[in-house]
């Protein structure tokens, strides 16, 4: 199965280096990687593991077109407030009929029910596992491990660089000195204010919703209030009571709609929310036949979004 | 689809009210019932909600002939010393090409390679999903939502009623009334000591590693130390120091074969396996791809195993 990757981040890189680990059992070949500061480079029997890049493609479309591929996996960053380039990156895709596998929460947040209906249309495939919790099954778990299952919300602690701030301030750190710290982790966002503000967490609040509680919405439209002006004074003091502070999404049903909100709350230590640490992440479904029941992942690295991208791309290939 | 149901306790009837409430969206339908203590029901035209039995038949496989099901579903008491009758009834209905679904561990603590064998050759599917952790996704998780993953071991916190003992010892109570209370929430095996002495997490540890790390192995091969010997003294002490006690099953895979075992730990009140509560349950898997990620599962009663169930049957009828 050959595949295009747009953009080539940290996440590109390590699932680069998944495909090429996992050639003996899974045939998938990157064909072709298009990015803004790279440039593109294309080889239709396969690309080496470390590309060599000529001058850019003159657009998405074009570099689709000259690649050939089946699916195209899209790891551009995130853009909260439009999900644009990648939503019109998906859109190529589907018009030259490839499935789409995408890391990128922007889309889902922001147009995930055109979208899903366009890749219908187009009879192709749209998956999008690693855009929640890394490669943790999230939509998988609910779509393949849930059936019969109605979702009428959930709760989750989903952002880790907010976490990392905490728990540095927690020692004495300041908030800015935190920030550095998820910085060097290499896990905030490139503009930390969407960590801090919860911006990030408002995306993916809004993307759970939109697949699992069909709520049509966008990050904009989530309550949202973020960690920004949290001091270490209050932290410590926190502390000293046995209480910490997470960036906590929640979701509901309701007869008038869902309500979504990302807020930063005051938690128990020894608060189930609370027990996820450093860039672990917890999600919680709460749902008609099962309870409430949810997924947990310590620890995550790129190398864990990578697999979320892998998981999607073996769904796709089991089904075509 | 036809069921069979052997045994009728709480989750058999917790199971005929859910595929009662489901009946719109899913056409299943028991058509009978055997038990040791109520006999006997069948009605080939789906038996009424509250069922009434008759003398029992004379065995069990004369019941499964006279009810011409498509689906046993086997919910009969643990027996963690050997796994029967459960193996035996799970036999029948192979042979009579009838899928087999269990919540009872037994069988897969004791006999899952030769059981698996023996649904392939009979062609029929053997399913177990209720057996750890109620109905949260474990199997079915690893099965359908990890592809491509390799599992190298767990860490669990299975069995409720040694949380629920330890949460009442720490208010005071003594281990007794501790084990009174749980039997009171209705959640303690029908012998304690199983539950006290860890034989009910061996025997999911058992399970687990037979499925998911192919381990051949028994519950009395799983080394096993359980709370028996807990103070209430003690554990007030440790909760002093911000301490608590878990059964906690852990499972590796080594160069010398699978190391299993179950153990109450001392763990800090804020550590994640100290988080689940009462008769919350998690279960982490250590991965090749995915890193640790893990289901949790919150105040699940017995509803969340008949769901178990369920979910298996929509996946048989899926692929039948």
Redesign the interface.
Known sequence: MKLALIGYGNVGRAFGR?IER?RA??PFRIVGIHTLRHGTAIDPGGLAPEPVFGPPAASVDEFLDRTGAEVMIEVTPLNPATGEPAISHIRAAFARSMHVITANKGPIAHAYHNLRDEAAQAGVQFCFESTVMD???VF??V???????EINGFTGVLNSTSKIVVEAMREGCSMEEGIERARQMGIAETDPSFDIDGWDSAAKTAALANVLLDARTTPQQVETKGIGRLTTARVCELAAEGKTVRLVSRAKRTPSGVRLRVRAEMLD????L????GT?N?L?FHTD?????????????V??TA?GL??DL??VA?TV
């Open positions: 998944l996992k059992s899974f490669g943790a099954p998988n778990l779509n393949f491990a849930l059936p019969g299952v230590e020894t608060d189930l609370a027990s996820a640490h672990s917890l919680l036949l099962m309870g409430t029941v949810g997924t947990v992942s310590l620890d995550p690295t190398e864990q697999y892998f998981s073996v769904n089991r």
